[in-house]
């Protein structure tokens, strides 16, 4: 795909390696084809698994749909009438113990149980059982699994709580988590490099945690008992594969969901925040859904795929849209992954001309980084010119051959368009330019009727006013 071959031209294996990630695997989605690539030095392909991280839980979110529309238990099902009394009282004390019985499986899948324990380490070492770790014992290296606040009351990100879905599945289905897994949606949605659990001694074909591009992690990799919150093991193509089954659901009769339950799972619950809500297992906005992850020592990625109400970018109204049946997702294997996701999500969003928006779900919502430099050759949009001048702290812009940027009395340097999109969701023109070799870049906006500038430097922005 020509996508694929621009990003890698914005993106060479130096640049990503100077950030710190040794590789990046990224599969895109478009009308439901997949293309995929891989940014390395070294061995990975674009049949390399990576550890999934916290899009286990999106996964397995998918998974309790289906049973759902297979009639197996509902949303709505108590899960203390599928639990043995020893996991109950593994995360109860004598003043919640009436809690559990409020306990539904829609209120484990949205985060919304009132269940603790954010994420979870993994093990190096000697592995607890499902039972220790909601215990909190010996060998777990997390503490017991206990209530926070009410049932249903509040939205709180608990991997907590998709432990004890784990175990809440495996006994209403009789079987173990990573069987379930594959006879619901691995196997059925071809998801061939996809499993949950220990990596088969035959495998070899796996990226292994690093610190920065250079440094390995003390550990390859670091293994999961909590299997539904962190422990599969994927390839971006099978992600996207999962996306699309989700998409292809929302507008047919005869997708992998039931067409209620595809748009169910992606209504956001009440208790989140509109713009970024957690839904059934996936955040999810307007337009998009998305899960992000972070296992330790060293893996991080990013899943997503637009949705309902999206019309094609190519249809002349105000407001440019992305159709459904697009999406991507990237995966890497460095503990710096996340920054260089963010700017290949930029990267292709740039190439594929979808538009600027004000948030992506899950750990999209702000805009404080620096992209990527587009090609040389980029055309810049026109009126920066208007911005030329001096700015409020020491700042200048100026037309030397090309924009250029200086700081009180230091040498101009060059300005390049940035690979991030031209336009916003409201067909607005987005002017983005980065400092070659710095991390900074300028955004040329207004402020009512005043231009301004907005400087975004390592993560930081402000507000530059006319002097």
Known sequence: MAVLEDLLEIVPVERLNADGVP??????????????????????????????????KAITALAVAKLVDDGHFTYDTRVAEHLPRSVIDCITETST??????????????????????????????????????????????????????PGAQFSYSGGGFTLLQVVLEGLMQMPFPEIMQQTVLRPLAMTRSHYGALSHEERNYATAHYTAYTKAGSPYHRFVELAAAGLWTTPSDLVRAIAAIQQSLHSETGFL????????????????????????????????????????????????????????????????????????????????????????????????????RS??????????????????????????????????????????????????????????????????????????????????IRLTWEGEERVVELIQCEATRLLKRM
């Open 97 to 150: 113990a009436h809690l559990i019985d409020h306990v539904t499986i829609k209120m484990l899948v949205s985060h919304t149980s009132g269940l603790s324990q954010h994420s979870f380490p993994g093990y190096a070492g000697d592995l607890p059982t499902a039972e220790d770790i909601l215990a909190g014992r010996a060998p777990s290296n997390t503490p017991k699994i206990r209530f926070n606040s009410f």
């Open 360 to 441: 992506l779900p899950s750990h999209f919502g702000k805009e404080d980084y620096v992209p990527y430099a587009a090609p040389e050759g980029a055309v810049l949009v026109d009126t920066w010119r208007d911005w030329c001048g001096q700015w409020s702290g020491g700042w200048q812009l100026e037309d030397n051959g090309g924009p250029c940027l200086t700081f009180q009395d230091s040498a101009a340097m060059r300005l390049r368009a940035a690979a991030a999109p031209t336009r916003d969701e409201d067909g607005e023109v987005v002017d983005l330019m980065v400092i070659e070799g710095l991390e900074t870049a």
């Open 258 to 357: 039931k067409k209620e339950t595809a748009h169910y799972i992606l209504t956001q619950m009440p208790q989140t925040d509109a713009q970024d809500g957690m839904a059934l297992g996936w955040s999810a906005n307007a337009s998009t859904f998305a899960h992000s992850g972070d296992n330790d020592p060293g893996y991080q990625c990013y899943a997503f795929g637009f949705h309902d109400g999206m019309v094609n970018v190519t249809n002349d109204t105000d407001k440019p849209k992305v159709a459904t049946g697009n999406g991507l997702a990237i995966m890497s294997n460095s503990v710096l992954g996340f920054d260089a996701i963010r700017k290949i999500v930029s990267a292709v969003f740039y190439l594929k001309n979808w538009p600027r928006f």
């Open 23 to 56: 590789s990046a695997s990224i599969a895109i989605l478009e009308h439901g084809k997949i293309s995929a690539a891989v940014i390395t030095s070294s061995r990975e392909d674009t049949e390399t698994v990576y550890q999934a991280c916290s899009i286990s």
